[in-house]
């Protein structure tokens, strides 16, 4: 891959897949209006989020040349110069701030308040224990947001809930990656390392993981979703997230997995398999 697009981290984009949330548990995928802000969100959290890797990568070079992984990214190895990288990470800001002010839906505060917490978590925050997981949890909450009330969906609770306690379980996944694949050196390369421990995240993991099943299983149950959606069958899509969950833990523990979420999906069939069984039955279940 060309060092201008991998320095973009092309990868990570379906992180933004969260904006599609509400489409599909909104009923709302046969609507053109509200499918169309949905792409241009999608589109502009991708171009937002590139910036930010963009930013981040330039001010943490230095840095990055220590790290066992890092150090081959495009501005950490030098195959791609200072001013290039700036040019292109404002191209990707003023894109994306574009799509958020014109066709990604009616709220762009979402967007200004994405790049807003980036920009203090890269400042400081990101050196603050637990604080720093939240931050990044944070950042999918926005996106599941852009994708329901910034296109007149209306979220639900449950399914925030539920939301939240995924996208913690994943940053807490990544802190213990970062752990264990640094060892000794960890408060070297990432200082907030310094305040975690294995036993400390494998407790707030477990707390997570129970709690993005749990949330998840009492939305597909609630009064409220057999209502909207008309059926009880939902819940036959729980063993779906349950079987990702428990693989997540395993690639983590086992394989010396769980660092990068984007990655592991497309690395690893079983996790590949349980999102487009999810994905189907989901679909198969509200299309009746």
């Known amino acids: 891959m060309h060092p201008l697009i991998r320095l973009l981290r092309p990868h990570q984009w379906i992180k933004n897949g969260f904006v599609f949330v509400g489409l599909l548990f909104g009923h709302a995928w046969h609507d053109p209006g509200k499918a169309t802000m949905a792409l241009a969100a999608f589109a ?32 950490a190895s030098g195959a791609i110069g200072t001013g290039t990288a700036i040019a292109l990470g404002l191209a990707c800001l003023v894109g994306g701030l574009a799509l958020a002010f014109t066709v990604a839906g009616n709220a ?22 637990i604080l720093d997981v939240f931050i990044i949890a944070a950042g999918f909450m926005l996106r599941l947001l852009a994708g329901t009330v910034g296109i007149g969906i209306a979220p639900s609770h449950w399914l925030l809930l539920c939301g939240l306690m995924l996208t913690l379980f994943l940053g807490f996944a990544k802190r213990r990656a970062e752990l264990g694949a640094l060892m000794e050196n960890s408060g070297g390369h990432r200082r907030v390392l310094e305040h975690y421990s294995e036993a400390m995240l494998d407790q707030f993991l477990t707390m997570t993981a129970v ?29 779906f997230v349950l079987y990702g969950v428990l693989r997540y833990l395993y690639l983590l523990h086992r394989r010396g997995g769980g660092g990068d979420p984007a990655r592991e999906l497309f690395r690893d069939g079983h996790l590949l398999a349980a999102l487009a069984g999810w994905l189907a039955t989901v679909l198969a279940v509200l299309a009746r």
């Open 44 to 75: 502009a959290f991708c171009l937002l989020a590139s910036a930010v890797y963009v930013m981040n990568d330039l001010a943490d070079r230095e840095q990055d040349r220590l790290h066992p992984d890092k150090r081959h990214r495009p501005l």
């Open 108 to 129: 762009p505060w979402i967007f200004v308040a994405y790049l807003l917490l980036n920009a203090a978590y890269s400042a400081g925050l990101k050196h603050v224990v």
């Open 211 to 239: 709690g993005t099943v749990v949330t998840y299983s009492l939305y597909t149950v609630s009064t409220e979703t057999v209502v909207q959606h008309g059926t009880t069958r939902l819940m036959v899509t729980v063993p």
